[in-house]
T-cell receptor
């Protein structure tokens, strides 16, 4: 079955640094990738949607200058949390979807736990 | 605004019984509804998708119903096992739009 790989799975860094998270589709071409954030005991909140080769579309309340998304190829999207602060600590999860499968399941990565000290 | 609610933040049942989870949505009309399972520290895993013109969908011990009049979906796990313990998320979807998830129900199956 389709596999989405996320890296790193866990990162701790100091406040003020930038952190990059990678999301790769391993056996299919992901025309659309999604980035979610999940706080403890809460559901997934969609942050942004990115289509390969286009600028990402951000959900209301998500700062595009803080959460930089790049989807330069059909198998890779990256999320960079710039100048991270403790309140950005969360579980970040990506998912990917092939073209023409809009009404089919999304394939999720296993998430990245980000802790900002 | 659109709202997705899953009743019971947590549900405990005895092994062998049927677990029933509820998903209610308001202020929109999804054409599809998906259910996912999420284990702690992991990403969601797809379980079932049901379309608005389908009343019921089954897969092994899982059954999903979709009532567009009540704006509700029920998710059943029959003959529940401790390995079924997880958080279950519903995600109503309008056409080709993005998935938005419900609040989730944390199911614990007690041996």
């Amino acid at each position: 079955g389709a596999v989405v790989s996320q890296h790193p799975s866990w990162v701790i860094c100091k406040s003020g640094t930038s952190v990059k998270i990678e999301c790769r589709s391993l056996d299919f071409q992901a025309t659309t990738m999604f980035w979610y954030r999940q706080f403890p005991k809460q559901s997934l909140m969609l942050m942004a949607t990115s289509n390969e080769g286009s600028k990402a579309t951000y959900e209301q309340g998500v700062e595009k200058d803080k959460f930089l998304i790049n989807h330069a190829s059909l198998t890779l999207s990256t999320l960079t949390v710039t100048s991270a602060h403790p309140e950005d600590s969360s579980f970040y999860i990506c998912s990917a979807r092939q073209f023409g499968t809009e009404n089919q399941p999304q394939h999720f990565g296993d998430g990245t736990r980000l802790s900002i000290l | 605004s659109q709202k997705i609610e899953q009743n019971s933040e947590a549900l405990n049942i005895q092994e062998g019984k049927t677990a029933t989870l509820t998903c209610n949505y308001t202020n929109y009309s999804p054409a599809y509804l998906q259910w996912y399972r999420q284990d702690p520290g992991r990403g969601p895993v797809f379980l079932l998708l049901i379309r608005e013109n389908e009343k019921e969908k089954r897969k092994e011990r899982l059954k999903v119903t979709f009532d567009t009049t009540l704006k509700q979906s029920l998710f059943h796990i029959t003959a529940s096992q401790p390995a079924d313990s997880a958080t279950y998320l519903c995600a109503p979807q309008t056409g080709a739009n993005n998935l938005f998830f419900g609040t989730g129900t944390r199911l614990t199956v007690i041996p």
